[in-house]
């Protein structure tokens, strides 16, 4: 395989140089390579002396990228590691053809803001993470119930039933690969479909996958009582 080699500065007593290569997994797999469309070929590794230091995925689905995974081990970081696989990176996207590329960074951390911005990204909008601690004060038990149903039945309302664009994470195209491992609940309001949730469950904990809200009945009005019923449903969890 062939890699660049890029000299780097001075760190922790001795001079560090690494590598950045296409990434090639030598048989292992991944599920979420195949849950997120990452491009094995397109994404990117950085080794010292044969070591791991880094890493950066790039996924596309059609004319659209999206970059994860990025990081590098603690003590090869603040060397241009970052920069260098980003670069790759958007160098494979563009002889991809691909029209826009996205990623998703947390709010606090001010380093990789500035790392994306000085290589042309900007921001767009901001996600909201929600959790409820199990030990917290139960939820107001609905007269509502939900009915369980075929996940993939509740896709068939996903854009109709969102106000927003998803998060690569969420769009149908991931919840469908992860739908074997899900359950779904309908909720009617009135005699209508009214809200939907497909949840992802363990002994400990409940992720909500997707939600997804008739818009002629309203957040409020449907939501809580999704919420609430899902509570009752996933007690402590």
Not at 56 to 73: D, H, Y
Not at 128 to 157: C, F, G, I, R, Y
Not at 186 to 204: K, Q
Request: net charge neutral; charged share 25%.
């Amino acid at each position: 395989t062939r890699g660049k080699h890029h000299p780097a500065p001075a760190g922790a007593g001795r001079t560090k140089t690494f590598k950045i290569y296409r990434y090639d997994p030598e048989g292992t797999e991944n599920p979420r390579w195949d849950t997120y469309d990452v491009d094995v070929d397109a994404s990117v590794v950085a080794e010292d002396r044969g070591r791991l230091v880094g890493m950066a995925l790039l996924s596309r689905r059609g004319e659209r990228g999206w970059i994860s995974g990025v990081g590098t081990v603690p003590a090869f970081r603040r060397l241009g590691i970052a920069r260098r696989m980003l670069a790759e990176l958007i160098g494979n996207a563009r002889a991809m053809e691909l029209r826009h590329i996205i990623l998703e960074v947390i709010s606090t951390n001010e380093r990789a803001h500035c790392l994306y911005r000085s290589v042309g990204f900007a921001d767009t909008r901001e996600l909201l993470t929600w959790s409820l601690p199990a030990d917290a004060d139960p939820l107001p038990v609905p007269q509502e119930l939900l009915d369980e149903v075929k996940p993939e039945a509740s896709l068939a309302n996903f854009e109709a039933w969102h106000r927003e664009p998803p998060s690569w994470q969420r769009e149908p195209e991931t919840l469908r690969r992860l739908l074997a491992h899900a359950r779904a609940y309908a909720l009617e309001l009135d005699g209508s479909p009214a809200a939907y949730a497909i949840v992802s469950s363990r002994s400990d904990n409940m992720a909500i996958l997707d939600v997804g809200i008739n818009p002629e009945i309203g957040s409020v009005r449907a939501g809580r009582p999704l919420l609430q019923a899902l509570s009752r449903l996933y007690p402590g969890q």
